[in-house]
């Protein structure tokens, strides 16, 4: 039970303080109780808690102002609402409007919210509670996962298998009338998978080709996580959508789907979302782009991930069953295996309880449920960067010890082009 927290550490119930990294889902994105943050969410306590979407406010007008200012210069039309999972239905209801189609693609191994619809959309079975949006009319398409490559290929020529098979895909697994290509830059809860750039540029030109329309779900990825402003600009694709939640407000509920003027023109009628542009949250969301701007935390993320990749690719040659290091910038993965690659999701969370143990939070994650996910916020310091090294070190330490087995699993770590 976490009770407290400041900068990149929490406190629980007993007082015992851990460093966090996975900054509650990737959402914490520039630290705990931010002074900035907290300044502007108190101010705006003093002037007006809620409005709905009913009434303009001007931390919204703000907001939407800045927004457009980060993204593509053709979107510029903004929606809030207050998750990520409703800002991915609001891409979706405005695609469908906008072509005047049903169908959408999506990916295996994805992950897009909790609602019926959005459960439809995510590609693992563990998170289809109830059949979860199973009537909803998706398709969902291999994605780039090279280290265990769909197509049995070697990880360099994995992305290019899985990018040609996707108009094949198109051709026989759907109707070939598309409305929307949803996809995340980095999968979040499919483990972080990333898939090469030359993936999402090629498997976007297709779907456009067959008049889809391209939604880019920035929930985890965005606003300088990865080590660009956007998980997509690794990828050189200009989005028709953008969706963002999490880590945009630090931790206040927030989501946002941009779009341009011609597409946004067609969401047309009685539509609100009572909680969406909360004044509160929208403050948040300004504070948080400030300093993210001020400090140059894009730069630092890029900077402090490779920091953070060295540092696991070195634990991953002494200790062979970190099988797969993935990721950008400040969304790193770790795949835990035993021999010939089996999915070890024992040992995932065995490592995740010992460090813990170390006084240092992870994540956890992956349809095989073997794979750590490691995401700081993005002021994480070079000694915390030590100190969450070594944390690592010391659990696996702790892991060889309890398993002498494991000294024989064989390296299966790959170099994959990005």
């Keep these: 039970m976490i009770e407290r927290g400041e900068g990149r550490y929490v406190q629980d119930a007993q007082g015992r303080r851990y460093l966090d990294f996975f900054g509650g889902i990737l959402t914490v994105s520039i630290g705990h109780a931010h002074p900035a943050v907290t300044r502007a969410v108190t101010d705006q306590l003093g002037k007006m808690v809620h409005t709905s979407t009913l009434y303009i406010s001007p931390p919204m007008v703000q907001m939407a102002e800045r927004l457009s200012q980060w993204t593509p210069p ?16 609001t891409a979706i209801a405005m695609a469908q409007l906008a072509t005047g189609r049903q169908e959408i693609i999506a990916l295996r191994h994805s992950y ?68 929307a290509y949803i996809a995340e830059p980095i999968q979040g809860v499919g483990g972080f998978i990333t898939p090469p750039a030359a993936f999402l540029y090629e498997t976007v030109q297709t779907a456009r080709r067959y008049g889809a329309l391209f939604i880019d779900d920035e929930v985890q990825t965005g606003f300088g996580r990865t080590g660009k402003a956007f998980g997509i600009d690794h990828s050189g694709v200009v989005p028709d959508f953008m969706t963002f939640a999490k880590g945009l407000a630090n931790g206040l509920p927030i989501g946002a789907t941009i779009t341009r003027r011609d597409i946004g023109k067609h969401y047309r009628g009685p539509t609100i979302s009572t909680f969406g542009g909360n004044p509160l949250s929208m403050r948040a969301a300004l504070a948080t782009l400030e300093v993210m701007e001020q400090e140059n935390l894009v730069e630092h993320s890029k900077t402090m991930g490779q920091r953070l990749r060295d540092g696991l690719e070195d634990l991953s040659d002494r200790f062979p069953v970190m099988g797969d290091v993935r990721g950008r910038g400040l969304m790193q993965a770790v795949e835990f295996v035993r021999h010939d690659k089996e999915p070890a999701p024992d040992l995932a969370l065995e490592f995740l309880e010992a460090c813990r143990r170390q006084s240092l939070l992870v994540g956890k994650g992956g349809l095989l449920n073997n794979t750590i996910r490691i995401a700081p916020p993005m002021t994480v310091t070079e000694s915390e960067m030590v100190e969450a090294l070594a944390a690592m070190r010391a659990a696996l330490d702790e892991m060889m010890a309890a398993h002498p087995e494991l000294q024989d699993v064989l390296p299966t770590r790959l170099t994959i082009p990005q």
Excluded at 74 to 88: I, K, M, R, Y
Aim: proline letters at 6%; glycine letters at 12%.
């Design 74 to 89: 053709d979107l510029n039309v903004s929606f809030f609402t207050t998750s990520g999972t409703e800002a991915n239905e």
């Design 112 to 179: 897009s919210g909790r609602s019926h619809l959005a459960m439809g959309l995510t590609g693992q079975a563990p998170w289809k509670l109830g059949a979860g949006g199973l009537g909803v009319p998706v398709r969902h398409a291999h994605n780039a996962y090279c280290y265990r490559c769909p197509f049995g290929k070697r990880p360099d020529t994995c992305a290019l298998e899985c990018a040609k098979d996707f108009e094949e895909f198109i051709k026989t697994s759907t109707s070939g009338d598309p409305a």
